[in-house]
């Protein structure tokens, strides 16, 4: 009863009710389309994966990243090698090491461009991650072992023990996952370390007086994202069945940065209308204008960030929802009612 | 195999489709007076159409090349339809953009394969673009693959069949010809990419072997503009043969700095294996004089070859304004070979299941193609043909010499 | 031992002397107030101390430990809080929020990811409102506050991670006469957790709390001492009377 009465009254209705209703429609998804759908919004969700990766260094901790399809790139050819190499095509395998493999360039890549004395300005850090994924592009590009400008095809199905993950199964195996990481993602950006995460967004500078060590927190998140995007690259990896440079670079990376200013920032859920948004216009508008479709899509994007600085989530969540609370007065209201609110 | 979903498809899609398809009709023809996007069959067809996937960069960096490679398909399944189809049924072109871009062009693919469950893709022009789409035509999605682009060499996998020109048939008569003709010291240089490294592995070897040297290869970054040092390498060597593999935007102004220095002048001479008439614009006429180039099709073929001639008159006839040349070095003709060298495959396999497709098209041959005929090597799944030697001049190529019958591609 | 000493404190902006040999003392329990004219390098000081400057030459002491070159953060965890002149709330979190936020700072960050010390600082966070009369907004967004009451949440938050030093720059600017005695009744009790310098222009409401007062002009101390002393001191009438 009291808590019904608090949902009314409080303004946190829109984003779980966005996420529940955007859950159903995957999970359902497969009944309802054909398969050659079904396999397209699995790509969907994986890059909404990516797209959350950005929104957690971007939306949340307000570090302008235009790298991160390095780290998706990385997981991806890390996967292509494992299994062209070793053979290796198991999801209990490849999907760890994809991660890590995140994990560990997130953590390099921020390391080297976030800690110090004082904080790195935002061009600074644009910049810097803009080069790391441009330079990794290029790397790619001219090492043969990567395969270079022809990149890795022939990457076998993902497999777990004798199963082989073929199209439906390893939609169902991408929405478990991408599952996973939303909710963990939503968990992370919702805790007393999500708080911090806001201070570090609205004033690095002043938080650092309370005691925060905000280059360490910066580290954590990045290197969270890493793995996030690092994750998202090995699925796609088995997804496409091939690796190819343009996944580690400046294209990819400006695309993620899209998706999620479309969509809006700072929601997590933002970035998945963005992805659904962008790609589903691009799926359809090639089909039905084979020869101006890319300016069409141009143009649309220029007018939504033109007219809806906020992505179009802002158009149906308010900003006192994109920041939200962190759980606890709600809390306190529910256990007793002490704060009032 | 194909695996059948007919009646959910069939009965909840077409109506929301047809509906979609007719408003999206009218706001394309507004917006860009474009065709269909499936190409049909003409209705005196009572059968079904055989479906062909075409997939080929139509937007971006590559698609002047991707949209000759379309018109030709067309130009194809015209003829075909024209002289009564395949198994008395039309064949339907469906038609999918690669944009230029790995990742768009496999979704893309998907589609080919998944929903309209094409009977065969003909496409791709970059090997990239190649690796990038063979998984979901041939490994996932078990269908025939045709390769039409001159390339470097090496997809030997099975069920994907080549109609370009591979590194042998492009040197083994071009280089013993440039010694003769224009000295013994090469240069090489390359954009760095896997062609020009394995084009290069092989013209090695043969001008070695014909007694000539190779002064230096180099290669560069693909957006190189300036080849002053490059330049200057090649005049204090006193190459006498510039083998070029540096591409679009660079090469333009490579060419024009080597003029500049006085390259041509003092008799050198430039080669260039993937020049055809496209690219003959690209710098004045005086700075690319007596450029080599060995290729399947020439346009100056058309006074000698009444078949080439022909072809050429079907495709300016069908598409009288086109800015997109009928032309080699934009796999136009390994288009049109592969086209009907497929069409050939399923005349003598008399059904449609990949296996047996696959089996006909193995040692299938046409009599009539851009260049003279064609006919795949059995159990290699590359195409024998002719390749001829020419030489720009005054700013059009003139036919300076040709193979004597069909050039193995000697591959897998 | 004093709880601060800085010694000899010199910061230079490009040839502009902001602070030219200046000293601190400051005992526990003192309520220590800071005064001079515009630009007599009052913020200058509390800057140094905090660490959002660092000095170009002299040394700051804080609890008998050097501290000069130490960071921000590493000041803080020491026992420094700050509010700075410009109000710095996060305008979009709630009241309780931006207090949580000060409060949890010193935390280990495990901790934090796994949101284990939200319960116990919860009821600080409330005390910590009360004292400021601040819990009824609570719920609120801080944006949403007055100005003054804006001032106050800072303070809160300055004072949240019970810093043994706490250093107020203008607390009451902008204020109503009324705010102004309201912060004073806020600050006065607070001597008994920990020692405060503020820096102040509105020199009543600086004699209403400080104990003690250093006069600052052209970056030079010019007085220290309670403030009968101040009021009797010759030179300090005479920087007032000649610049104010």
């Not at chain 2, 055989?50 to 379309?70: P, Q």
């Not at chain 2, 193995?362 to 030489?391: F, L, N, Q, T």
């Not at chain 3, 070159?69 to 309780?96: H, W």
């Amino acid at each position: 009863m009291g808590l019904r009465s608090e949902g009314r009254s409080s303004p946190y209705r829109v984003v779980p009710v966005l996420e529940w209703a955007l859950l159903a429609l995957f999970a359902v998804a497969p009944l309802l389309v054909a398969d050659y759908i079904a396999v397209f919004a699995s790509r969907l969700l994986i890059l909404a994966m990516l797209a959350i990766s950005f929104d957690l260094v971007f939306g949340y901790a307000g570090i302008m990243s235009f790298g991160q399809a390095l780290f998706f790139g990385a997981g991806g050819y890390g996967v292509a090698l494992l299994a062209r190499d070793l053979g290796i095509s198991s999801a209990f395998a490849a999907l760890p090491a994809a991660l890590l493999i995140g994990l560990a360039l997130g953590w390099l890549v921020s390391a080297f461009l976030l800690l110090g004395r004082h904080p790195p300005s935002v061009i600074f850090v644009a910049l810097g991650t803009l080069t790391a994924s441009f330079a990794a592009e290029e790397l790619a590009r001219s090492w043969y072992y990567l395969g270079g400008q022809n990149g890795i095809p022939s990457i076998p199905v993902l497999t777990a023990g004798g199963y082989e993950f073929s199209d439906i199964p390893f939609y169902y195996l991408v929405l478990g996952l991408f599952v996973l990481v939303y909710a963990g993602s939503r968990a992370l950006t919702r805790s007393q370390f999500g708080l911090a995460l806001a201070g570090i967004r609205e004033q690095e500078a002043r938080i650092g007086f309370f005691g925060y060590r905000v280059e360490v927190f910066k580290v954590i998140i990045f290197a969270v994202a890493g793995a996030v995007a690092g994750l998202a690259g090995g699925l796609y990896a088995f997804h496409e069945g091939f690796v190819w440079p343009s996944i580690l670079g400046v294209v990819l990376s400006t695309q993620i940065v899209l998706y999620c200013l479309f969509g809006g920032t700072g929601t997590l859920v933002g970035a998945i209308l963005g992805v659904i948004a962008i790609e589903g216009l691009s799926y359809a508008l090639s089909e039905r204008f084979p020869t101006i479709w890319p300016v069409l899509l141009g143009v649309l994007l220029l007018l939504v960030i033109l007219f809806l600085p906020g992505g179009i989530i802002s158009l149906l969540v308010s900003e006192r929802e994109r920041v939200g609370d962190f759980g606890l007065l709600r809390r306190m209201a529910r256990r007793g009612g002490r704060v009032p609110s | 195999m194909q695996r059948t979903k007919p009646d959910r498809e069939g009965q909840a899609r077409i109506p929301r489709r047809h509906v979609l398809r007719s408003a999206a009709w009218m706001a394309g023809a507004v917006a860009t007076g474009a065709g269909s996007w499936v190409i049909p069959a003409r209705r005196s067809f009572g059968a079904a159409p055989i479906k062909v996937g075409i997939a080929t960069d139509l937007t971006g960096a590559i698609g002047i090349a991707g949209n000759s490679d379309l018109n030709v398909a067309k130009m194809c399944a015209d003829l075909i339809n024209k002289s009564g189809g395949l198994l008395g049924r039309p064949i339907e072109l469906h038609v999918e953009d690669t944009a230029s871009n790995e990742g768009i062009a496999v979704g893309n693919v998907r589609r080919l394969i998944q929903r309209d469950r094409v009977d065969v893709v003909l496409g791709g022009i970059t090997s990239s673009m190649r690796n990038a789409i063979k998984g979901p035509i041939v490994e996932r999605g078990h269908t025939l693959y045709i390769y039409p682009q001159l390339y470097e060499g090496g997809e030997c996998e099975k069920f994907i069949y080549c109609t370009g020109p591979t590194p042998a048939q492009q040197c083994d008569d071009l280089i013993p010809w440039l010694v003769q003709n224009s000295g013994k010291r090469f240069a090489f240089p390359s954009a760095n990419y896997i062609w020009p490294h394995r084009l290069n592995q092989y013209a090695r070897n043969l001008v070695q072997k014909h007694g000539g040297e190779v002064v230096f290869e180099e290669y560069y970054p693909l957006d190189q503009i300036d080849y002053g040092a490059t330049v200057n390498r090649i005049m204090t060597n006193n190459v006498e043969v510039v083998f070029n593999t540096v591409i679009p935007p660079g090469v333009g102004p490579f060419f024009k700095q080597l003029y500049e220095a006085g390259f041509l002048k003092r008799g050198g001479r430039l080669c260039c294996v993937y020049y055809d008439e496209n690219d003959l614009n690209i710098n004045a006429p005086q700075e690319i004089e007596g450029l080599a180039s060995c290729l399947d099709y020439f346009r100056a073929l058309d006074k000698t070859e009444p078949d080439s001639a022909k072809i050429q008159a079907e495709y300016q006839a069908m598409f009288p304004d086109t800015k997109y040349l009928f032309a080699a070095g934009s796999a136009a003709t390994g288009m049109y070979r592969g086209m009907m060298l497929w069409a050939e495959a399923v005349k003598a396999a008399g059904k449609l299941d990949r296996d047996s497709v696959a089996a006909a098209l193995d040692h299938a041959s046409i009599a009539v193609a851009p260049g003279g005929p064609a006919e795949m090597v059995p159990g290699k799944r590359h195409c024998r043909m002719r390749m001829y030697i020419a030489v720009a001049k005054n700013g059009s190529f003139d036919i300076v010499d040709q193979s004597k019958g069909l050039v193995d591609p000697r591959e897998c | 031992m004093s709880l601060l000493e800085a010694r000899g404190i010199v910061k230079l902006f490009g040839n502009l002397c902001a602070l030219d040999d200046v000293s601190l003392t400051v005992e526990p329990g003192q309520i220590h107030g800071l005064i001079g004219p515009n630009g007599s390098g009052k913020s200058t000081l509390l800057k140094c101390v905090a660490g959002a400057l660092f000095p170009n030459a002299g040394r700051v002491a804080f609890q008998g430990t050097d501290i000069t070159t130490a960071s921000p953060p590493e000041r803080a965890r020491a026992g420094v809080g700050i509010k700075f002149q410009i109000t710095s709330v996060l305008p979009g979190l709630t009241v309780f929020d931006n207090v949580l936020l000060a409060l949890q700072a010193r935390g280990g960050v495990l901790d934090l990811i796994l949101s284990r010390t939200r319960g116990a600082l919860a009821e600080r966070a409330m005390r910590m409102l009360a004292h400021f009369h601040l819990t009824e907004r609570a719920g609120e967004v801080a944006g949403a506050l007055s100005h003054g009451e804006q001032q106050w949440l800072e303070i809160a938050m300055a004072l949240a991670p019970e810093p043994a030093l706490l250093l107020l720059d203008e607390p009451t600017a902008g204020m109503s006469l009324e705010e102004r005695r309201a912060t004073g009744e806020f600050l006065r009790p607070l001597a008994d957790r920990c020692a405060i310098v503020i820096v102040e222009h509105d020199l009543d409401f600086i004699r209403d709390i400080c104990g003690v007062l250093t006069v600052l002009d052209q970056g030079r101390v010019v007085e220290t001492g309670s403030v009968a002393q101040i009021q009797a001191s010759a030179r300090v009438q005479e920087v007032y009377l000649t610049r104010v």
